[in-house]
Structures are given as C-alpha cells and as structure tokens.
C-alpha cells in the first residue's frame, strides 16, 4: 500500500509568516489554499456564491427543521471556515424572514479537519468572528454552536442521515495516500507528480487512487446525509482530458525543479527524490462527473468552472505576463508552501525548507514571466438521492 497522510498533513498552523492563515488568499468558493479577498477573487466569490447560497437554501425550504446540521469538510486554519459560517447564518435568516417564521433554527456547525490541524487557531478566529458580527448586526438572529470533528473524510464521520449540508472548499485535490502501482513506490523520474515526462503507470496510478477516494467520499456523504440534504463541492481541476495537461503539473514541476537543484547541491539525496510524490490531484470536470454518475447516489444540480491568477494578489485581466514576476513567485511560494511544507519536511527534513522554497520562488517568477498562469476552479452542488425505501434508521437528522 503507498503512504498514507491521515497522520502527516495539516495547514502551517497559527498565524506565522508561513502559516495558512496568512497564506490562504481566495476565498471559501475559489480555491483550496485561500482568505483575503482581492478584486480578481471577489470576482470569482461573486459568481460562485449563489451555488452555495442555492444548495443552503434548497436544504432549508424543503426540510424547515428546527435544528440544523452543517458541516465544512477539510476547514484548515484559515479564515475560509468563517466564510462558510456567515453564508450559512446570513441565507437561513433571509430566508426565514421571507417565510414569515418566528421559529428560529438552531445551527450546530461541524468543523471537520485531519488531527494535525491547528483547531485552536480555528476556534480562537471563530471568537474574533462572532465579536464583530455582534458589532455590525447586533445579536445574532440565528444562533449557531461549533464544533471540532478530527478525522479523514475518506471514511464515515457523523451518522447516517445526521446531517443536512456539506461543504468542502478546498480539500478534494488530496488524495488518501500517496499513488502507488503494482511494483511498489512509483519511480516518477523525480517529478513528485504527474508530468509530460511520467510513465504512464504514473497517470494511471493517479487516476485510479482518484476514483477510488471519490467514490468512497461519496458514498460516506451519502449515508451521513439526511433525505433532501445536499452539498456543495470546490475544488482546483483541469480543462484537459489528459492529466498531465493540467496547470498544477506546472506549478509542482516548478516545485520538482527546485527539488533538484537541492540534489545537484548535494543538500539532499537523490534517491529520496526519486521516492518522493505528491498525494494530489487535479481531475477533469469528465472524471469528476463519471464517478458521480457511476455510484448514482446524487444528482448533479450545478457544476460550473472558474478562473484566478496563480498569484491571488495579481487581480489583472491582461494574460500576457504577470504584472510583477519576482512578488509573484514569492506570493506563490508562500501558498504552496503553508499547504505542502510538513509533507515535505516529513520525507526531506525541514533544514531544507528557507533554501528549497527560495528556489521555488525564484522559478515560478521565471515562468510567470514567460506566461501568465490560471487556476481552473470547479464548483458542483449534489443533492442526494432519493430512496425508495428508506432504510430503518429513518431521518437521523432529526436527533440533532
């Protein structure tokens, strides 16, 4: 079996310069290493939102409960979890005024995340949140309690039919484990990820450790869910049908290359190079749709792709080149670094840490250079599927 991360990955916790938190520029709907909005990302916000506000209200209208379940798979340390929170809070409250209720609803949020993740920061954000809430609204019409859920989303988490709404926002480009193919550890030509220059057990390894961790994702989702319940799914893809087309093969051949250079240095070994791949992937919208079709366990209500900058803080329109090169590749480094470093740092050390993400700075300002670079954000609402026969727990989310 590869490696699995369960025990190894989590966010740079706190609020250090290279923590998440202070790395996470895009928003809960645009990307998965994300937090303070620019132009260019309020943009994307802006046009992903109304999916989720959809999907929340879609949950509400239908099921009116009195309590609701709500749960942010893979929340991180940012500040992406607070905006899940007010989206959630805001559309119910609407929505309930539109309706003329005087029942208020009580929502009780999961905060679910790998055991390696800095929940104290998380909780520490979500008092500063609540505070200035209280400051621009007054006290809060619809009260909401949280809670921290430790675990992987690759197996069950809560009961069956206990919960009404997910929403992961950045956590579906991590695989379970590190690919591996019949012959043990993947010799990938030092490329830690799908490259044009990958043997095509590579891809395939890839592909298939994808297809089995999204199916078991939804098949866990879908005995969790309540009857009417849905979701709502972000995540980084790829336009091209074959992996190595995608722009994040880019981005960590980028990263490969500074990895070598290290060796060329003689900082670290070859042969820890040559074992080293990364438990990511970038599916097209085509894989993503074949598993969802193939489980038939819900219905595809939205699916819609978005575009941002590699470097969140460059909100310009112009796809010739970066506006500034150099900053840019620190802006970038910075991301991939709070996202990947204990990865990294677990198979290298972290001596390397300064010196291999200098490098990398440096060679994504090259490439920036040479051609302007994007993200392709998916974003899909589900909604599960209705039963013929519902089973003998009946409507867990009730219980809540």
Not at 3 to 16: R, S
Not at 140 to 160: I, T
Not at 366 to 376: A, E, G, N, T, V
Request: proline share 4%; charged share 25%.
């Amino acid at each position: 079996m590869g490696k699995k991360i369960d025990g190894i990955l989590h966010m740079v916790g706190g609020a250090g310069e290279t923590s998440y938190a202070s790395n996470s520029k895009f928003p809960a709907l645009a990307y998965l290493i994300t937090g303070l909005l620019t132009s260019s990302q309020e943009k994307v916000l802006h046009m992903a939102k109304p999916i989720l506000e959809e999907a929340i209200g879609g949950v509400y209208m239908s099921l009116l409960p009195e309590r609701m379940a709500v749960v942010d798979l893979g929340c991180s340390s940012g500040p992406t979890t607070l905006e899940v929170v007010s989206e959630v809070l805001d559309v119910i409250d609407k929505l309930r005024r539109s309706l003329g209720r005087q029942e208020i609803p009580e929502i009780l949020f999961f905060l679910n995340d790998l055991p390696g993740n800095d929940f104290n920061h998380v909780f520490r954000s979500l008092g500063d949140y609540k505070r200035k809430v209280e400051e621009e609204k007054g006290n809060l019409l619809v009260p909401y309690y949280v809670v921290g859920v430790p675990g992987s989303f690759y197996g069950r988490l809560f009961p069956c039919q206990s919960v009404h709404f997910f929403n992961a926002s950045s956590c579906l480009n991590w695989l379970s484990q590190v690919p591996e193919g019949e012959q043990g550890v993947l010799l990938n030509n030092k490329n830690i990820y799908i490259a044009e220059t990958s043997p095509q057990e590579v891809v395939k390894a890839y592909q298939d450790q994808r297809q089995r961790d999204w199916s078991e994702f939804l098949r866990c989702r879908h005995a969790e869910l309540s009857y009417g319940a849905r979701m709502v799914l972000s995540f980084v893809g790829r336009k091209g049908s074959y992996p190595p087309s995608g722009d994040m093969g880019y981005l960590f051949s980028l990263l490969a290359e500074a990895l070598s250079a290290l060796v060329s240095q003689g900082i670290i070994e070859e042969d820890k190079l040559v074992t080293f791949n990364l438990p990511y992937y970038s599916p097209s919208m085509e894989e993503v749709k074949a598993v969802i079709h193939g489980e038939d366990l819900f219905d595809l209500e939205q699916a819609q792709i978005f575009e941002t900058n590699w470097d969140p803080f460059d909100d310009s329109d112009d796809d010739s080149a970066a506006f500034d090169s150099i900053v840019s590749g620190k802006n970038v480094a910075g991301y991939v670094r709070a996202s990947f470093q204990t990865l990294i740092a677990e198979h290298f050390g972290d001596a390397i840490l300064d010196e291999l993400f200098s490098i990398y700075a440096a060679n994504v300002s090259r490439h920036l250079l040479q051609q302007k670079c994007k993200h392709y954000v998916f974003v899909i609402s589900l909604k599960k599927k209705e039963e013929k026969k519902k089973g003998a727990d009946g409507d867990g989310a009730a219980a809540w």
